[in-house]
């Protein structure tokens, strides 16, 4: 059963409705010791598709970390998931946590945008609650030095700096084509650093920025940023901005017919996700992303590509990103032996768990995961194929993008 609370539902609530519990008799129940750890996640608004994806990925690590005999060294403690809806809005993600606090979380994850996150965590940092943020892009999120933060995955730095090296790579492969580029970006704290950084960097490659663009978040109407891309004649684009917005800015990309000879997204909110693809396959054809996702190798990752599958979801990197936020906690939890605020940021700090992502043993410095690493995928067919690093890589890049007909 999943359910979503505010303050008011936990009041009058005994206990908060958990994901991730095995079904079993209530006297047993109780007498099982049981660890929350907190989902804030946005459920509603904008964002909604995302972070319901975010929690599905936190719901699956629990039921497999539950089901491989729960926190070992707190006697098989079960995990109980407190899931909270930030409904897109900052001010609302950081009174969420009096949720999280009151329900006695140990720590939690969250929260889809760097916007919601940056709110969380300096509300968590009141309580010495530990936020492992699953996403959470932009640098002012371990900038301002909370010890209660651990970013997981990369930030903006580093996903944009990966990005140019592997985009040198593939225009030098196609003998330096791409000599222009337009950037579209959202305006807010991720978008705006990237924007700034593709600027001071592209042109050290032989690529002029014709054009830098910036939108809001919400966004609707996107005719005009797509003409301001077909007058500027560049030869690439490069987008960032969230699901929604991308996904209406490729479509008008597509009705204004912008010639494009690549399309290399930086954090695409909708490149690197299959719901983009399914619904807008036309449009996606060859888009490239450079974003999180999972290796696809290992043993959990299959395993967790087949439980989503059989719920019917969709395979985002908002559920590997989750997913493996909850195995780090676990881990932390595991080496701690308790469930206290001040020893799980002390064993989080000390982390050196491999979880599904391609990364290796984490190693947090100043809550910034040094071992985080994005990979470029790229949408071909009905699929997202990872095209680097060579070594996950399910299939070979193509770019520029082929001539139609």
């Not at 592997?166 to 950037?183: Q, R």
């Not at 007058?231 to 684009?237: G, I, R, T, V, W």
């Not at 990752?301 to 599958?309: E, M, T």
């Not at 984490?362 to 060579?390: C, H, Y």
Request: glycine share 8%.
């Amino acid at each position: 059963m999943t359910r979503t609370f505010d303050r008011r539902d936990l009041l009058k609530a005994s206990s908060a409705t958990l994901l991730g519990a095995v079904a079993m008799p209530g006297v047993l129940r109780a007498q099982q010791r049981v660890v929350k750890i907190g989902v804030l996640e946005p459920l509603t608004g904008n964002l909604a598709y995302n972070g319901t994806q975010s929690a599905a990925g936190a719901k699956f690590a629990a039921e497999a970390l539950n089901a491989a005999g729960g926190i070992k060294s707190m006697g098989g403690a079960r995990i109980e998931l407190v899931i909270v809806d930030a409904q897109s809005r900052p001010e609302v993600a950081a009174s969420s946590v009096d949720t999280l606090v009151e329900a006695g979380v140990c720590a939690f994850t969250g929260a889809t945008a760097s916007a919601l996150g940056l709110a969380s965590s300096q509300a968590a940092a009141k309580h010495n609650l530990a936020q492992v943020f699953s996403i959470g892009t932009a640098e002012a999120v371990v900038d301002r030095g909370l010890p209660n933060v651990f970013r997981f995955t990369p930030g903006v730095n580093k996903c944009t700096s990966v990005a140019l090296d592997n985009l040198k790579l593939l225009n030098e492969g196609a003998k330096g084509i791409i000599k222009t580029a337009a950037i579209v970006h959202e305006d807010g704290p991720f978008g705006s650093n990237m924007a700034k950084i593709l600027n001071e960097r592209l042109p050290a490659q032989g690529i002029k920025v014709v054009e830098t663009i910036s939108h809001p978040t919400p966004h609707r109407d996107f005719s005009n940023i797509a003409l301001r891309v077909k007058a500027s004649k560049a030869d690439m684009l490069i987008p960032s901005n969230y699901l929604n917005e991308y996904t209406l800015m490729a479509r008008a990309l597509f009705q204004q017919r912008v010639d494009l000879k690549a399309i290399y997204s930086i954090l695409g909110g909708a490149a690197s996700n299959i719901k983009f693809v399914r619904e807008n396959n036309e449009v996606a054809q060859y888009v490239m992303d450079c974003n999180h996702w999972y290796d696809p190798n290992k043993e959990l990752s299959k395993a967790l590509r087949q439980k989503v599958a059989d719920a019917k979801l969709d395979l985002t990197y908002d559920i590997m990103c989750s997913y493996a936020t909850v195995q780090v906690i676990a881990d932390a939890l595991e080496r701690a032996g308790s469930d206290d605020r001040a020893k799980m940021i002390e064993a989080l700090g000390a982390s050196t768990f491999d979880s599904i992502m391609p990364y290796g043993p984490t190693k947090f410095v100043k809550g910034d995961n040094q071992a985080s690493q994005p990979v470029n995928t790229q949408i071909r067919g009905d699929k997202i194929e990872l095209v680097f690093p060579k070594k996950f890589a399910t299939a070979e890049a193509v770019f520029p993008i082929p001539p139609k007909g």
